[in-house]
């Protein structure tokens, strides 16, 4: 039996990825310190016998390196997220996202491990205008997020290299999804836009709501992990790939089709207004990703447009929020 590490498993991705590898058969280990992940999204896999949780910190290498024993492919996941959270608490987003990055890069080295798949960001484009944005072409970073996860695909790049071990990073554009956690200050905009309107309070949008993302449904982001991880394709490891649709939606259009969806739980939902306030130091106006390269190499073929993930993001929190 194949057995897989994810780092960050308590997490949205991590539990999400947790639950579809358990269901395929996989073993999965799980390594969190619950900085930010949550008991009760691993409470259902608890009780499955190809589940253990390690609880600890990959800042401390003697973890990492147990956490890796007899693992054939790691998915490491375990970050602090949030560019707000990362100008506030540089120190620590940097502890945590490349000291952390580092002790499971050298703990995969010295395990022998088949893959190691990481999660990469969008924000690595940084500055850079262009659009769509291709893998090669990236500007500088804009926050000290952006600053780690870049840093990220330099030590993978240079691990590969050195000590040829496998690596593939996914640059995850905006993802959303069942157990995004919609609570706490540095919450992403999907899920507590749902809140918020569950609740018939006024979301607050930063800037004028012209602002765009190539918003990726979960599905999306674990049919990436999956191909990434088993590839037999030579050219395709040792490189990074978006992680997207390849489609963008401004946040007024978001508001728009959230309104819809909730409503149709609650029509009251319709009549709740949208407040607007000042952009956010390091938001970039536009996101749009070409995913030609997944396609390419990887056979990628996104399984949910935008429209399609709402709908199914909007009904899980509907029956998981009320
Ligand atoms: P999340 O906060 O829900 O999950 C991160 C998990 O990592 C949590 O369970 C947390 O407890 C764990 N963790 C944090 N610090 C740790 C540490 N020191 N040791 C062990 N575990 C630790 O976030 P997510 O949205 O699931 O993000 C997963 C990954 O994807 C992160 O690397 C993030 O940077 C990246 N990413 C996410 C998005 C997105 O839109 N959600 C976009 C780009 C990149």
Redesign the pocket.
Known sequence: MNKILI??G?????SNLTEYFLNKGYYVVC???????HRYNIEPFLENSNYKLIE????DLETCKTAVEGVDYILH?????SVPRSIKDPVTSND?NVT?FLNMLIAARDANIKRFVY?A??STYGDSESLPKVEDVIGKPLSPYAVT?FVNELYADVFSKTYGIQCIGLR?F??FGRR??PNGAYA?VIPLFVKQLINHESPKINGTGDYSRDFTYIDNVIQMNELAMLSENAEAVNTVYNTAVGDRTTLNDLMHYLKKYLSEFDPEIANVNTIYGPNRIGDIPHSLASIKKAEKLLGYKPSHTIDKGLKEAVQWYWENLK
């Open positions: 780092t960050g308590a997490g949205f991705i991590g390594l969190d310190n619950f900085a930010t992940g600890g910190d990959i800042r996941q375990a970050a602090l997220g945590v952390g999660a960001s969008s996860k995850y905006n993802v995004q956690d992403a």
